[in-house]
């Protein structure tokens, strides 16, 4: 069965600081992860995804993730943090059949 | 990409009711499904909206609970039956879309049910 695991319930950064969100799979194949994030009172927007190909996955609003399979390890990161980033986000883990497992969640928080 | 829409995007429901949440897809998609977020949780899958045939459902949901239509490629509604507090939740539509040789998983904008 897939599982995703994000470690961190709740991070803060300050604004223009980096930052990086954790995220963790458990996947029989080569997995297709995913990251979203969903603004207070907001659907959810896909950020970034990896099927194959570069390890290393550039997104919309300045967010990369490296995937990395000795590691089952799928981290986002953003060099710069903006107070617009504050939301929550989520790391998934789907199958070709088209179905996702979604993470916990991470809470962010920016500080001025 | 693909645009969902759905209705209502919220309700306030008494115990005991039933409410259908109707999801509308800009294109035809293959697979469309349905998720469920309780307050302050992460999202749960509920079923996979099959077009022609009976949805297929995770563990632990139910047809009887949770009724599943998907008359064509572009449309799925879901009912949340015998409504009680512990519904109370965001439900998503979200379908698969692997045209154009893209994988791409969306969302539509939920509905909040409250449920008293």
């Known amino acids: 069965a897939q599982s995703v695991t994000q470690p961190d319930i709740h991070i803060t950064v300050s604004e223009g600081a980096s930052l990086e969100l954790r995220c963790n799979y458990s996947?029989?194949?080569?997995?297709?992860l995913f990251w979203y994030v969903q603004s207070p009172g907001q659907g959810l927007q896909l950020l970034l995804k990896y099927f194959s190909g570069d390890t290393l996955v550039q997104g919309i609003k300045g967010f990369e993730a490296e995937f990395k399979r000795s590691q089952s390890s799928f981290n986002l990161r953003k060099p710069s943090v903006h107070w617009s980033d504050a939301a929550e986000y989520f790391c998934a883990v789907g199958s070709n059949a088209g179905k996702s497992t979604f993470g916990d969640g991470t809470t962010l928080t920016v500080k001025p | 990409s693909a645009v969902i829409s759905q209705k209502p995007s919220r309700d306030i429901c008494q115990r005991g009711t039933s409410l259908t949440i109707q999801c509308q897809v800009d294109?035809?998609?293959?697979?469309m499904f349905w998720y469920r977020q309780q307050p302050g949780q992460s999202l749960t899958l509920i079923a996979t909206?099959?077009?022609?045939?009976?949805?297929?459902?995770e563990s632990g949901f139910v047809i009887d609970k949770f009724p599943i239509s998907r008359p064509n490629l572009t449309f799925s509604t879901l009912t949340v039956s015998n409504m009680s507090p512990e519904d109370s939740s965001i439900y998503l539509c979200?379908?698969?879309?692997?045209?154009?040789?893209?994988?791409?998983?969306?969302f539509g904008p939920g509905t909040r049910l409250t449920v008293l």
């Open positions: 979200s379908v698969r879309d692997s045209g154009g040789g893209t994988d791409t998983q969306y």
């Open positions: 909206a099959n077009q022609g045939s009976e949805a297929t459902y």
């Open positions: 294109s035809q998609v293959t697979m």
């Open positions: 996947y029989g194949a080569t997995p297709y």
